[in-house]
């Protein structure tokens, strides 16, 4: 095992020191090679190149502002994000905790972030450099970044959709000189605890009229959605989750976000959301329900499987159930950037 100090500064500090030292251990060390199991995904028309399955899972990089480093240390792709269309404040107090024993999260941070503005901004320099390297390198890679939005803290349920649409078009819009697609896809986030209600647009009565209209922007944009699920769903909302998607033609699934739920043996706040360790056998659970429940309609579905993935065994697992990629949260904060590395090591050994 290597040397870890972040695990032994105050859970808060290395949250808020990380990405000091990201850029710096990006700059001291040589670049990953990453081309390890590529996967080319295309769907109505669409295709995206993946160097390799493992990428970046939504809340590490909020506004986007890191995404060289991620590259630099061999993620297949990113997913940047909640995005909401204003800045905002974490939610007040305790947001988050961490139990190295269990290898386990818990946060209720409830979108924080420099807004829209500010995340568009971070995805077109790293776009504009992206293009100068790949000019100078001469290679056709482009690193596939999703973006995960959510709605503002007090847009109330039944706006919320707005909010989303806005998100879309405002990441889609292009000037007459700069015709660059910033983002490969989109995630609809409504599985976040740590945002009163927000999990209620699950419900069977809200669900198809929220997503519609998204739906609908995505098609105009040609942009491929995803909507992230909640491990906490039972079979029933999940089914009725996968039917109206179908229904509206979304492009695929990430399972899961973090759970509500504590384990025997957790002690963290009732409140939040919890992730890493305990997670793993939920989202194991919930990855497989959800081939399971698509079966024929899956119709090139992209899936992504996420929840305690702290291992490149784990990953081949995720991989080896259906799953087409693989992220990560937890892997990243008890086992450094390396864990890319590592965890593809083992993935090319298996292949
Ligand atoms: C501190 C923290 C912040 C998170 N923020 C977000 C977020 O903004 N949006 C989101 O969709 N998921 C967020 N997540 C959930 C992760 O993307 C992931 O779904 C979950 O943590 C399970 O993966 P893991 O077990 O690897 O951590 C966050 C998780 C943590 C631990």
Redesign the pocket.
């Given at each position: 095992m290597s040397l870890r100090p972040w695990l032994l500064l105050p859970a808060k500090l290395a949250?808020d020191i990380a990405p000091l030292g990201l850029d710096l251990a990006a700059s001291i060390s040589r670049p990953v090679e990453a081309q390890v199991r590529p996967f080319s995904w295309t769907r109505k028309g669409r295709t995206l190149n993946f160097r390799n399955p493992l990428g970046i899972?939504?809340?590490?990089d909020?506004d986007g502002r890191q995404i060289w480093s991620w590259h630099h240390f061999g993620v297949g792709f990113v997913?940047v994000?909640?995005v909401t269309p204003k800045p905002q404040r974490p939610n007040p107090g305790r947001?988050?905790g961490r139990d190295i024993h269990n290898e386990a999260?818990?946060?209720r941070?409830g979108?924080p972030?420099r807004g829209a503005h500010f995340a568009r901004g971070s995805l077109r320099d790293f776009r504009r450099d992206e293009a100068m390297t790949l000019a100078e390198e001469g290679r056709g890679f482009r690193l596939p970044i999703l973006t995960?939005i959510?709605k503002q803290r007090e847009t109330s349920l039944s706006e919320a959709s707005a909010d989303y649409v806005w998100l879309i078009d405002f990441f889609n819009e292009q000037t007459r000189f700069d015709s660059t697609t910033y983002s490969d896809a989109f995630?609809i986030?409504i599985?976040?605890p740590?945002t009163t209600g927000l999990r209620d647009l699950f419900s069977q009565s809200r669900l198809y009229e929220f997503l519609a209209p998204i739906a609908e922007r995505l098609e105009f944009h040609g942009t491929p959605g995803l909507l992230?699920l909640s491990p906490d769903m039972d079979s029933e909302t999940l089914e009725a989750a996968i039917e109206v998607s179908v229904r509206l033609d979304l492009d695929g699934f990430?399972a899961?976000?973090?759970t509500a739920a504590r384990p025997q043996g957790i002690s963290f706040p009732t409140e939040g959301?919890l992730?890493?360790?305990p997670?793993?056998l939920r989202?194991r659970q919930v990855l497989q329900t959800l081939i399971e429940e698509l079966g024929t309609r899956r119709q090139g579905r992209l899936i992504i499987s996420?929840?305690?993935?702290?291992s490149g065994e784990e990953a081949a697992t995720r991989l080896s159930l259906g799953a087409d990629l693989v992220?990560?949260?937890?892997?990243?904060?008890f086992h450094g950037p390396k864990f890319f590395d590592r965890a593809l090591r083992h993935l090319e050994l298996g292949s």
């Open positions: 949250h899972a939504g809340g590490v909020k997913e994000g909640t947001i988050i999260l818990w946060n941070m979108f972030g995960n959510g995630v986030n599985s976040s740590n992230k990430i899961t976000n973090t959301g992730s890493g360790g997670l793993r989202a996420a929840g305690g993935v702290l992220e990560t949260y937890s892997g990243l904060v």
